[in-house]
């Protein structure tokens, strides 16, 4: 199918996928979970992944931040080939560049919300280590958690892990956030205050990724990609990206 990319073509953009291919190995008849996906996605642009179960979706997804790697393809992010990093330099990569948000969370459960914070900054470097906690903190606020840093995350409401867990996204201060389902495990009202904490990071320029079967949340991004049975079907840009 033709490439799917973003009316200025002509600029460079932050993340390109040049026909990439996944295919997972059932056995008896191993499955194609993407075919062939052309994508370009800019600085600044705030996207949808919408599709069934099943579509594709979160594999895409997991192709940009290289939690899984492509059967054949090309992704570019930043200049960085992405599919041909090892595991060790795609860590440190994905560390700092990348902020990948979860539909459960996923904070360490012996850890403060401070240290869960802390810890992506120890990892990859970032920051001179005076400096990691009162960065941490800065995000905390930036989350309305300050008052919760020294809490372990069993103490806090979905909401609260949701936006704290969006906080360790930022604590390397990646260009890209990318977020599968976060919204899918809370109420619409804490739904809504998430998903307006992205809307303002991409004020910021920050360029955010974000799988969801939510068709209002799909209705709110600025640029939706329907993906079925592998393929990217439609593209809707709903809203210009900030700056364009």
Request: no cysteine.
């Given at each position: 199918m033709p490439q799917i990319i973003t009316p200025d073509t002509a600029e460079s953009a932050l993340l390109r996928l040049t026909e990439v291919v996944k295919v997972y190995d059932g056995g008896d008849a191993p499955f194609t979970a993407l075919k062939g996906i052309n994508l370009d996605i800019h600085t600044g642009e705030f996207v949808g992944i919408i599709g069934k179960s099943g579509s594709g979706k979160t594999t895409l997804i997991n192709m940009i931040t290289g939690i899984d790697h492509p059967t054949a393809g090309e992704i570019i992010i930043d200049g960085t080939p992405v599919h041909s990093l090892g595991?060790?330099?795609?860590?440190?990569?994905r560390g700092r560049t990348i902020g990948v948000v979860f539909q459960f969370f996923q904070l360490l459960p012996t850890l403060t919300v401070l240290e869960n914070i802390v810890l992506p900054m120890d990892f990859c470097r970032m920051w001179a280590p005076r400096e990691r906690t009162e960065r941490a903190m800065d995000l905390l606020e930036q989350v309305e958690l300050a008052d919760q840093a020294n809490k372990l995350p069993a103490a806090l409401s979905?909401?609260?892990q949701q936006r704290a867990a969006i906080a360790r996204a930022l604590a390397n201060d990646p260009p890209i956030l990318a977020a599968d389902e976060p919204t899918g495990n809370l109420d619409s009202k804490t739904a809504d205050a998430v998903f307006g904490l992205f809307e303002r990071l991409v004020e910021q320029?920050?360029?955010i990724i974000m799988v969801t079967h939510d068709n209002d949340m799909a209705n709110r991004v600025r640029r939706a990609l329907h993906v079925s049975d592998g393929e990217i079907v439609e593209e809707r840009v709903l809203r210009p990206r900030?700056?364009?």
């Open positions: 595991e060790n330099d795609l860590a440190r990569w979905g909401g609260q320029h920050k360029t900030h700056g364009a």
